[in-house]
């Protein structure tokens, strides 16, 4: 948590500087900066695929329970993997645990040591744990809402199992903001954000009385370089300039 108040200390210190923070005086408080790094954070994770990783992570399933709520961070649950293969109608593991090491050196050295049934054998055997695991409960049917994060599994578990989901989830906010890549991007994006904002609100009061005559603000100035500075940088995710892996191919 300090390394991520840290890097947005980092990004407001930026922000400042670059509106003339020290010379001149920026209207903007502290809520203000972080409501631009927000924006830009939720912007990024909107349009960029950089600000998101493939992993796994472990659930434990309860007897009779169907429903689980997972993290807010994780956007799509692509698969449930088991710890065992055959039927789920007993407690506990449900069915036959199966190790491929083991199974290589039982298949290799005791059960074969005459002929040597070889890798033929090992995916034979592979094969067969394929089709049983369709047939009796080894894969897991289940359906995802990634708006309220409800892992629903359709199968009623008829005892505790701890299973292994194939997920895709956000990256860390600390780890988008100390990137190379992405950092830049959302802290130029968030001083865009903040020029916006002066320029709303300088606008407001085109000029202030002096006995000079008069000051003109440059809230109409601002307002026209940030929508340019926010248009290229949608352009820069477009093309890939933040670290994103582009499209393989296009069909249609």
Not at 77 to 94: A, L, M, T
Request: hydrophobic share 35%; with cysteine.
């Amino acid at each position: 948590m300090s390394d991520t108040v840290n890097l947005r200390q980092s990004i407001i210190e930026y922000v400042k500087n670059m509106l003339g923070g020290g010379m001149v005086d920026v209207e903007l408080d502290l809520s203000h900066y972080n409501t631009a790094i927000d924006r830009a954070l939720q912007r990024y994770r909107q349009r960029s695929s950089n600000s998101t990783e493939e992993s796994y992570a472990f659930i434990s399933l309860k007897n009779d329970v169907n429903e689980y709520t997972l993290p807010n961070e994780i956007m799509e649950v692509r698969q449930i993997f088991r710890r065992s293969i055959g039927s789920r109608s007993g407690g506990g593991d449900g069915g036959t645990l199966f190790e491929p090491f083991n199974l290589a050196y039982t298949n290799t050295y005791l059960l074969s040591s005459s002929n040597m049934g070889g890798l033929a054998t090992y995916y034979a055997f592979a094969s067969y744990q394929k089709l049983v695991g369709k047939m009796f409960g080894s894969e897991i049917n289940f359906t995802f809402n990634n708006v309220t994060k409800k892992l629903t599994v359709m199968q009623r578990p008829r005892g505790e199992e701890e299973v292994l989901l194939w997920i895709y989830n956000f990256k860390p906010e600390i780890n988008l903001l100390a990137d190379t890549y992405s950092g830049l991007w959302i802290k130029d994006y968030s001083l865009a954000t903040c020029k916006l904002m002066l320029g709303e609100a300088r606008e407001k009061f085109a000029t202030i009385a002096s006995p000079q005559g008069g000051t003109q603000l440059n809230g109409t100035s601002l307002k026209n370089e940030a929508k340019a500075d926010l248009e290229m940088l949608e352009l820069d995710l477009i093309n890939y300039k933040d670290g994103s892996d582009p499209i393989s191919f296009i069909i249609g």
